[in-house]
């Protein structure tokens, strides 16, 4: 068959993916990627053959999906988290973690989230520019992520450092950050086990306790690892929704003007700029056909979200920003037995942040340009540099 062909390192398509996968989305359900040191790799474009892939329990999620950094060998096995299991062993995983992220324990989450992004405005000066991504959007996660856990306040300062490393991508900062969490993921599971709270991490420590062949203590120290990991993805979806917004002044007066499309806003901002563009790898555990292109087994295959949450076959003017759009099937947090558990949290967290936001600080306005980086993976922002404005 004739595939399309897009080139990762092309900076047009890095500038604007959107754009490269709409002039190739019409010809086919699938393309291939051209990446330096890879060999075939494909992306599925479309809506429905997407949410297929990622539905398929032949298409595996393993360590070659993920970028492993290099480690001391001591935390090696902490390292295969639940985002690597498929099958009976993440569903096994997922049971255990999903109850403390449903919408409703979200929902009642949001007042202590809202006292977290108060505070983190409180440090911010008003009227002189300032990186929201650093001094907001990147501590807020972690912050969160520390309340949600039980990590005691005395430690937190320290954890905002490990969710920077982990935030600025991968990297030396990064690897050098993870047995620091690790070891304090160790000790904060003894402290809660001396001293149990009411957080997740002493709900987990019970299920440990009660029924140690559930969740073994490997098993829950890497739980915590991933967390804090998987975690960070607010920061940029909160900093891109807010540089989206003041790329279009009309949806964000809409906003100002009715606070109540606050969660409509947060899926539109998911749908249309997604923090991850593409999902990790999946790998056939047969030969496959998606689309009508053959793939064969163990050929690496992932979806372009970039290009799924757009497909005019789903989506009415997908190109548009609609802030009052009904929420639809978008794959902003994925779909399928991988469907992101932190969901729920996430779109409470922004719509929290974003609330707050254009609250306190009407006249909100850019200071700078919101330049993103030039990284096919993560839709990402170097920074966001704004002028905090409050009313009068």
């Given at each position: 068959m004739d595939v399309p062909e897009i080139d990762l390192t092309d900076p047009a398509v890095l500038h604007d993916p959107y754009t490269a996968y709409a002039q190739v989305r019409e010809r086919s359900a699938v393309v291939r990627l051209l990446m330096p040191g890879f060999g075939p790799f494909w992306a599925v474009t479309r809506h429905a053959e997407a949410r297929a892939v990622l539905a398929d329990p032949r298409m595996l999620i393993n360590q070659s999906s993920f970028m492993r950094p290099d480690v001391p060998e001591h935390c090696l096995p902490y390292m295969r988290t639940m985002s690597e299991t498929n099958g009976a062993e993440h569903a096994r995983l997922r049971r255990l973690v999903a109850p403390a992220f449903t919408p409703r324990r979200a929902g009642e989450f949001g007042a202590r989230?809202?006292?977290?992004?108060?505070?983190?405005?409180?440090?911010?000066?008003?009227?002189?520019?300032?990186?929201?991504?650093?001094?907001?959007?990147?501590?807020?996660?972690?912050?969160?992520?520390?309340?949600?856990?039980?990590?005691?306040?005395?430690?937190?300062?320290?954890?905002?450092?490990?969710?920077?490393?982990?935030?600025a991508g991968h990297g030396e900062r990064f690897a050098r950050a993870i047995p620091s969490i690790i070891g304090d993921a160790r000790s904060a599971i003894a402290g809660t086990r001396a001293e149990p709270g009411d957080g997740l991490l002493s709900d987990l420590a019970r299920v440990v306790e009660e029924g140690g062949d559930r969740l073994s203590d490997d098993e829950l120290v890497t739980m915590v690892w991933l967390l804090v990991l998987a975690g960070q993805t607010p920061a940029n979806l909160i900093a891109n929704a807010v540089a989206v917004l003041l790329a279009h002044p009309d949806q964000l007066a809409a906003l100002r003007a009715d606070p109540g499309l606050l969660p409509r806003a947060v899926d539109e901002l998911a749908r249309w700029s997604p923090p991850q563009p593409m999902t990790v790898p999946r790998f056939p555990a047969e030969d496959v056909e998606i689309?009508?292109?053959?793939?064969?087994?163990?050929?690496?295959?992932?979806?372009?979200?970039?290009?799924?949450?757009?497909?005019?076959?789903?989506?009415?003017?997908?190109?548009?920003?609609?802030?009052?759009?009904?929420?639809?099937?978008h794959l902003g947090f994925g779909h399928g037995p991988h469907f992101c558990v932190g969901s729920s949290l996430a779109r409470v967290e922004t719509a929290v942040a974003l609330g707050a936001l254009l609250r306190r600080f009407p006249a909100l306005a850019a200071a700078g340009e919101a330049a993103f980086l030039p990284d096919p993976g993560t839709r990402r922002l170097a920074s966001l540099p704004v002028i905090l404005r409050p009313a009068g």
């Open positions: 989230i809202e006292r977290i992004v108060e505070g983190l405005l409180d440090e911010l000066p008003e009227r002189e520019p300032v990186d929201l991504l650093e001094r907001f959007a990147k501590p807020l996660p972690i912050d969160v992520i520390c309340e949600l856990v039980g990590i005691p306040p005395a430690d937190r300062p320290r954890w905002r450092e490990y969710g920077a490393a982990i935030a689309g009508g292109v053959p793939i064969p087994k163990g050929q690496p295959v992932t979806v372009s979200i970039a290009s799924a949450n757009r497909d005019p076959r789903v989506f009415d003017e997908p190109d548009r920003l609609d802030i009052t759009r009904e929420p639809g099937p």
